[in-house]
């Protein structure tokens, strides 16, 4: 069975973020197949998120500072998270807003998990971020709450709604 190819240079030169784009390729690929990604730098933050889906990594250079990374699933590889989501479209109006765009990692993630422990279950936040908050996500679905985030118009900002307690 061949590698599936992602190359998200083109995705980060025009300004974009790829993490969406792997997520989508994890969740196609076919049981025992490989993610084959190529990458202008190593891309040291997605191994622990594809760690947690199971996946070990074999990392190499390229010319021009680029790199090729694949991702191997093993025995513990899962094909999509078992969060079950309500749809965001079902979703409250938010009763929470945190401008959070401003702020240096951690403090948005700390922001958002304190805003979290104090709503009740169905209640929805959302957030205005400088970045997509990777980290965030499997502390989300550890802590049994739903999102659906995505960048503005812009490129500028992350948007992400968080349903408390949605995903148990």
């Known amino acids: 069975m061949s590698d599936l190819e992602l190359d998200v240079r083109p995705i980060l030169r025009?300004?974009?973020?790829?993490?969406?784009?792997?997520?989508?390729?994890?969740g196609r690929l076919a049981p025992g197949q490989r993610l084959k990604l190529l990458a202008p730098f190593r891309p040291e933050p997605l191994f622990g998120v594809m760690a947690g889906k199971g996946f070990a990594y074999e990392a190499s250079p390229l010319e021009g500072n680029d790199?090729?990374?694949?991702?191997?699933?093993?025995?513990?590889a899962?094909?999509?998270?078992?969060?079950?989501?309500?749809?965001?479209?079902?979703?409250?109006?938010?009763?929470?807003?945190?401008?959070?765009?401003?702020?240096?990692?951690p403090e948005p993630m700390v922001r958002i998990l304190t805003q979290l422990e104090e709503m009740e279950e169905g209640e929805v936040v959302f957030a205005l971020l400088g970045?997509?908050?990777?980290?965030?996500?499997?502390?989300?679905?550890?802590?049994?709450h739903a999102w659906a985030g995505d960048f503005d118009e812009t490129g500028r900002f992350y948007r992400l709604m968080i349903c408390a307690g949605a995903g148990r």
């Open 131 to 144: 970045r997509e908050p990777l980290l965030l996500y499997p502390e989300l679905q550890n802590r049994g």
């Open 67 to 76: 790199w090729e990374v694949v991702f191997v699933p093993g025995e513990n």
């Open 14 to 26: 025009d300004g974009g973020e790829p993490f969406g784009a792997i997520m989508d390729a994890v």
């Open 78 to 105: 899962v094909s999509a998270p078992e969060v079950r989501r309500r749809d965001p479209e079902n979703w409250p109006d938010p009763s929470h807003y945190l401008d959070l765009a401003e702020l240096d990692p």
